[in-house]
């Protein structure tokens, strides 16, 4: 059986829908296209009366040839081979039938190419216009300032009035595409039934041969009976259908589809800004699947994939730029400016992100609570405190409870889940991914959740600390004048402040001596602090080893 269009995608009108639109418009044509072949094959058995044997073989063999657009239909596939085999022991017998033939197959079929199929033109153009209307009118609301409350006003007003008119046309759209699918099939059996039944009761010398196809044609005629029933049952639920999504989801606002059988997923339509110079932005469908923050620029492309494990990324609105609705995800490799059609649905987007991240975690804590725990958090931890570190991880556990380790390292972010193994500090999900751009030989970057640690490394962090390390690299800050930046400053700010702390070492206290001697008297004795005190100022000037 063909695929009907779904009502409910063609309001959303999502990718899916597009491409099955497409097939729909494509199997359309193609039909068009065999239609107009059997009416000229036709035409011509009609016209070339002493060439008729030969024209009525090409009539016969693009009857088969028409049977192979439902060639998923056994129904129509059998019916149409026997009759064609019929008609090829009667050959001979046709030569008074082409009046017949003209009007039981000439005439019905180019009734249905030249009545049914031009109004299906004319909606489509208006189908056409109406959504490049809602494009244009989509990307003047997404420009529209916040700053100018009118024009913001009249550009959201024109999108929700344009979406309105456009869902009206898409539905009505879908709905006559569906009925010419479901009619057409009717309206070419009966029309070769015709054809049929005339050859029967017009040739009474072919009785004897005709006779043997007559319990054929009796099925035939059940069965056509049966699916003109079938067509009548299916559109009059399809009108139903169609008027309780017309009246129900057709109000001109932007939808965006929650399934939380699997997880938490969301899929609608977003604003994506470009990472070139020119920042443009391009309205792209997104949806989260599987942990996994995906996005299609068009119904003819591949997803590609934007954040491969929500785990490693977090999200914030976005209300410093001129653009309304805005929100960012961050992650380790990369900043992303996201922007819905309205302050609920980005609200939704952000709870939808939000909550997968947390159902990421859950699962990978659960997951770990069935395998017993390689280490617990240190005694010296008072209890008050071991409550509210997060037990469900024992690195994590370990790691913040040394001194200033609760915060990042160089923002102060709080609950930092990211750690730098050779400096030996705690950092938050943006600077850690700074820190990986600087390269291992001054800064190794791992997790604290999800990558394996060794008891060496571990101690390193519990040993020194943000504290420890910020009164290193941090000693000079006042003197050159610098302050240092916050959760909530840009990432070029935090790019800058760390490539001047950590690159060119400009707040460290610069040594008068080669550190070589006490370095490895400090590491004799395990002070930890006084290994990266040497290190980092006998660097200072240096920078050619790895601290």
């Not at 009007?103 to 019905?108: F, G, M």
């Not at 709870?351 to 159902?359: K, R």
Request: aromatic share 8%; net charge neutral.
């Amino acid at each position: 059986m063909d695929t009907l269009l779904d009502f409910e995608e063609c309001i959303r009108d999502s990718p899916s829908f597009r491409r099955m639109l497409g097939q729909s418009e494509r199997e359309v044509a193609e039909l068009e296209s065999r239609l107009d072949k059997v009416v000229k094959l036709c035409n011509k058995m009609v016209e070339a009366g002493q060439a008729y044997n030969a024209a009525n073989q090409l009539f016969l063999g693009g009857v088969m040839e028409f049977s192979q657009y439902h060639r998923k239909d056994s129904t129509v596939m059998n019916c149409l081979g026997q009759f064609t085999q019929g008609l090829q022991e009667m050959i001979h017998f046709h030569t008074v039938l082409f009046d017949q033939a003209q009007r039981s197959i000439t005439q019905q079929l180019q009734f249905l190419i030249t009545q049914s199929l031009p109004p299906l033109r004319e909606t489509r153009r208006e189908f056409v216009r109406v959504g490049e209307d809602l494009e244009t009118a989509a990307v003047k609301s997404a420009q529209a300032s916040r700053n100018r409350a009118p024009e913001a006003e009249r550009a959201s007003h024109l999108l929700l009035a344009t979406r309105k008119c456009f869902q009206h046309f898409a539905l009505d759209y879908c709905l006559q595409l569906n009925n010419f699918k479901v009619q057409q099939k009717v309206d070419v059996l009966n029309s070769i039934f015709s054809y049929f039944h005339a050859q029967y009761t017009f040739f009474h010398q072919g009785f004897d041969l005709l006779k043997d196809l007559e319990p054929t044609m009796k099925k035939m005629a059940t069965k056509l009976a049966q699916l003109s029933t079938e067509c009548v049952t299916k559109r009059k639920e399809m009108e139903n259908n169609h008027l309780l999504v017309q009246q129900r989801d057709a109000s001109g606002e932007a939808l965006v589809a929650i399934n939380s059988t699997n997880g938490v997923t969301i899929e609608g339509y977003l604003f994506k800004r470009s990472r070139r110079k020119n920042k443009t932005w391009k309205r792209c469908w997104f949806s989260i699947e599987n942990n996994q923050l995906v996005y299609t620029k068009s119904h003819k492309e591949e997803a590609l994939v934007m954040v491969e494990d929500l785990r490693l990324c977090t999200v914030k609105s976005l209300d410093n730029i001129d653009r309304r609705f805005c929100f960012e995800v961050v992650s380790v490799q990369t900043n992303c400016a996201l922007q819905a059609d309205s302050e609920e649905l980005r609200q939704a987007w952000i709870s939808a992100v939000q909550g997968s991240i947390d159902m990421a975690y859950r699962q990978r804590a659960e997951s770990r609570q069935t395998q017993p725990s390689s280490s617990i958090p240190s005694p010296q931890t008072p209890p008050e405190q071991q409550d509210k570190l997060p037990s469900w991880h024992p690195v994590l556990s370990r790691a913040l409870h040394c001194p200033g380790n609760r915060q990042c390292c160089d923002c102060g972010e709080s609950d930092p889940c990211w750690a730098s193994v050779n400096l030996g500090i705690t950092l938050c999900i943006e600077c850690s991914g700074i820190h990986r751009s600087l390269g291992v030989h001054l800064s190794k970057v791992r997790s604290l959740t999800l990558d394996s640690w060794e008891p060496e490394q571990l101690k390193l962090v519990c040993a020194l600390g943000n504290d420890a390390i910020n009164r290193i690299y941090e000693s000079r800050c006042v003197e050159e004048g610098r302050s240092k930046p916050g959760g909530h400053s840009s990432r070029q700010e935090k790019e800058a402040w760390i490539k001047e702390k950590y690159v060119e070492k400009r707040f460290v206290t610069k040594a008068d001596s080669a550190p070589a001697g006490r370095i490895v008297s400090a590491g004799v004795v395990l002070n930890l602090a006084a290994v990266q005190i040497e290190a980092a100022a006998g660097n200072n000037n240096e920078q050619k080893r790895p601290i």
